[in-house]
């Protein structure tokens, strides 16, 4: 599953250099997941970076898009040329 960020958003600039994939940027009022690029960390990391950081819990877990541990992987690999 990808991830998103609520509009609880503060605007605090944690979550952008945490992720690994380049996933997160200042959107128009808040910061954005791009949903393609979001691999919940699975392959850097064991936990989602941007949502240890982010001190107001606004990043949850998008339902709108599901992906099991081996999708998120394969996406790990194809965005770090392992695919």
């Known amino acids: 599953m990808a991830l998103f960020i609520t509009d609880e958003c503060i605007n605090c600039?944690?979550?952008e250099p945490e992720c690994p994939n380049g996933?997160?940027?200042?959107?128009e009022e808040i910061y954005d997941i791009e949903p393609d690029l979001c691999?919940?960390?699975v392959g850097h990391f064991a936990e989602s970076q941007c949502i240890e950081v982010?001190?107001?819990d606004?990043?949850?877990?998008?339902?709108?898009?599901?992906e099991t541990q081996?999708?998120?992987m394969a996406k790990y690999k194809v965005l770090v040329?392992?695919?």
């Open 13 to 15: 600039d944690v979550c």
């Open 23 to 27: 996933a997160i940027s200042q959107g």
């Open 39 to 41: 691999t919940e960390c």
């Open 54 to 56: 982010c001190p107001v």
């Open 58 to 66: 606004c990043i949850l877990i998008d339902p709108n898009r599901k």
């Open 70 to 72: 081996d999708e998120l």
């Open 81 to 83: 040329g392992k695919a």
